[in-house]
């Protein structure tokens, strides 16, 4: 059904521009989102090729040299981000077919979006002009490509370093919040895209195109509205039955759809209709950026899951319980261990029944023998198929040794090898900071943890809401 | 129905003890939970009376002279705290009526809660000789007390500033995890009470008296299992008619109820039975602990809605998006704003229609004139209830500003002003940081705004799902 993953996809190009020129860069514009802000990304990345700048009169900006247009630039010009106003985009590209270009971004907005019959005409004319000449548009009103393999960036402080999980958001912001959020917590990306109007290229286009990247192993999806449903059905049970997909699709509500068709133009369309192509394509669909992030953890290190038992280990009786509450009503079980498994744990620590059967909260946890010692036989049981360890920073336990770092350094390879060993997925839960100190603390024991193999989470209730996630996209795959 | 709230309710006493002695410090034990934890967070808080450490052997315990027994401490001592095993709670409790103490606070476990019939036996007999000698429990299994105006504290780091909240907690890890995450956000405490087994005294007396307590102007909960339903039911109808209440009641779920069995010996009980008791009493019940946080907050600084009508303001097209879609998914509306409204909006920005419809997603929010200028009008707005800012530090626009420090405090100013001016609540939603730096900000600016007689939320969804709880409340008490 899909390509060969070998097979380099045919959109690939746009992934590799050997030179960009941007339009637009406002000689006194530092960094932020515009031109300026995107020399700034790509220099931040290490773009390998020229960037040439255009702006009518200045000489240079930041160092770089601007030329009055784009047929000034001397040499080839692969890829153009455009950040001028609208009215200027039609002589930008008569430049771009003159030098041809490839592939033109446009970060401009003020086209169909703006609800202006008009302005959607001239993006018609737009898209017929650039198909005409071959030119692929990006946008507009998007922030273009996030793309580490070819060095592209679309916000500063966007690492160059790649990974398996590959993106395609109809909205800038909330692609550059999910990279944010996403890599503390291990996820690296293979491609970003902010598609935003989607007047030539669209979500489908992305979705055939990250089915077939074989840098590409997990595909998240931001979308608005629906365009060409019938391509974009195919496209997404094209990807669905490549690879793990999860999609979360704004517009569910009235005000949501109001707001959507706002920002990108978009017709949200019926949530009961997408929901039902996203069950037939074997997509998740999510309801949060927050739930996108955590289901790309789970989907990136937990990987499968036998069955829905959990066995809880963590300090706290309060949190015990309300784990519990929480697990179960995301639809996971929390079974007492068996009499084998507790008389393996009462070996190892000094409390009596009640801490030993399922939650786990027991003081051996805070002992150097005992961590691993307490959570082996929960790996070993053979009615659990996970292992939730939760804990936290500037609150509890962990917060009072003198030795924090080493000690969330041994508990990190302490859980991958119960990981290993057990056979089954250990998932943590770190509970937010709320001082400096804990957060940087926090942080550092998730960085243990995910380069420990490990998925981590900001809660429990998270935790289990995603591990729940992940069980039924596998029904939906059955 | 209530007593007047000048009169001091008659468990005060508890909460102001002239002195303390404290049972099974350890001579290693550094900090952390058990004696020698509450020793540093009695002197931490700054308690005001003598402080007396009873130990076997040793002569002093971080610099605080040791006694071998209750009997040996020359001077009067109001209130002992237990931490040595069970079995030596009988003699300890007789060396307290010997001595004339008034309260005994049992931090040692190891009762009802282990599920051992010979020790629900021991909880019982010490409840009935503390009563027949008039000396008042608290516990056993918990943390005790933490009341700023009596300079109790059950945790290190617990604040001496008094204010509006109190606490009724049957888990001690859940009281300090309130505490810990509602202080950054301007909660401040009157006095947090964590229970445990409620062996003498329970839930229904710490209700009764904050309902009388005139230090306390709201009233959160966290209580895993109904002890003496009837009172219970009594005392939070009392509370519930005297200040705002909010209840997490954990055991929701089958694996939930076992937990709280395990944890606290309780019985979970019926939730229905428990939500429409809630409801009669025009108590509001919450589904988490992060909640109840948001409720608190709430109830603090928002006080009262007019109705559910909310405009959006904060940059970027994605959130905006979501944030519809959030506030009307938790029962809330995002009205198209007025054409009057949006003319005045078009004057101070530069963007077109659609940014100024609601959600309000403009640039002239990153001017310094333009923040309170883009504001004022959406708080004038004749369709509107409340306003929603969002923000973010580390990624969107305010992370690019070098003057970000007066810059949030300049926001902060401007948005209590818009609040004050205006007549409406004013609510910030400040998104979650992912560095060290982003954090510190993030910390900051939600001090700013509480100090500025604010609501924050760590995202627009809790903030949207608070303020629908509000409602609720005033439905209930309609």
Redesign the interface.
């Not at 979006?113 to 202006?116: A, K, L, Q, R, W």
């Given at each position: 059904m899909t390509t060969p993953a070998t097979a380099v996809p045919e959109l690939d190009f746009i992934f590799h521009p050997r030179s960009i020129a941007i339009a637009g860069v406002s000689a006194k514009e530092?960094?932020?989102?515009g031109g300026g802000g995107f020399v700034s990304s790509l220099q931040d990345i290490g773009f390998r090729g020229p960037i040439y700048l255009i702006h009518p009169s200045a000489p240079a900006i930041r160092g770089i040299k601007c030329y009055p247009s784009l047929r000034d630039i001397p040499d080839m010009v692969d890829y153009v981000i455009s950040s001028v106003p609208a009215r200027f985009v039609p002589q930008l590209l008569e430049d771009c077919i003159t030098r041809g270009v490839r592939v033109l971004h446009l970060f401009t907005a003020?086209f169909t979006?703006?609800?202006?019959a008009e302005r959607a005409k001239m993006e018609q004319a737009v898209v017929a002009r650039a198909r005409e000449a071959g030119i692929r548009l990006i946008g507009p009103n998007c922030m273009g490509l996030y793309a580490p393999s070819g060095r592209l960036a679309m916000?500063q402080g966007q690492l160059p370093e790649a990974g398996p999980v590959g993106m395609v958001?109809?909205?800038?912001?909330?692609?550059?919040?999910f990279v944010?959020?996403a890599?503390?917590r291990g996820i690296r990306c293979s491609k970003v895209i902010s598609f935003g109007n989607g007047a030539d290229l669209k979500a489908a286009d992305f979705f055939d195109y990250l089915a077939d990247d074989p840098e590409t192993e997990i595909i998240v999806a931001?979308l608005?509205g629906i365009q060409d449903g019938p391509r974009l059905a195919r496209a997404i049970r094209k990807a669905g039955a490549a690879k793990p997909v999860a999609i979360l699709k704004?517009?569910?509500?009235?005000?949501?759809s109001?707001?959507?068709?706002?920002?990108?133009a978009s017709l949200a369309g019926s949530l009961q209709i997408f929901d039902g192509l996203c069950r037939q394509a074997g997509a998740l669909r999510v309801e949060?950026?927050?739930e996108l992030v955590d289901v790309a953890v789970t989907f990136r290190f937990v990987k499968h899951l036998s069955g829905p038992n959990v066995v809880v280990v963590g300090?706290?009786?309060?949190?015990?319980?309300?784990?519990?509450?929480?697990?179960?009503?995301a639809g996971l079980?929390?079974p007492?261990l068996l009499p084998e498994t507790q008389e393996e744990l009462a070996k190892v620590t000094h409390e009596?029944?009640?801490?030993i059967?399922n939650?786990i909260d027991t003081t051996s946890l805070w002992e150097d023998q005992g961590f691993e010692a307490t959570l082996m036989p929960c790996a070993r049981a053979s009615n659990i198929d996970v292992i939730l360890y939760h804990t936290s920073f500037?609150?509890?336990?962990m917060g009072?040794y003198a030795d924090i770092r080493p000690r969330m350094q041994r508990q990190a390879e302490s859980l991958r090898k119960v990981q290993e060993d057990g056979g089954k997925p250990v998932v943590v839960a770190i509970?937010?900071?709320?001082?400096?100190d804990s957060?940087?603390q926090s942080?550092e024991f998730q960085e243990a943890c995910w380069r420990n193999g490990l998925a981590t989470y900001?809660?429990i209730?998270r935790a289990g809401r995603a591990l729940a996630k992940l069980l039924q996209w596998q029904r939906l795959r059955e």
């Open positions: 530092g960094t932020g989102f003020g979006e703006t609800g202006d916000m958001s109809q909205s800038g912001m909330n692609a550059g919040e944010r959020y890599t503390p931001y608005e704004s517009g569910r509500t009235e005000a949501g109001r707001a959507a068709s706002s920002h990108t949060s950026l927050e300090g706290g009786g309060g949190a015990s319980v309300l784990a519990a509450d929480d697990l179960a009503a079980q929390v007492p009596a029944g009640t801490s059967r939650p500037g609150g509890g336990p009072r509970r937010p900071a709320t001082t400096g957060f940087e942080v900001p809660s209730d």
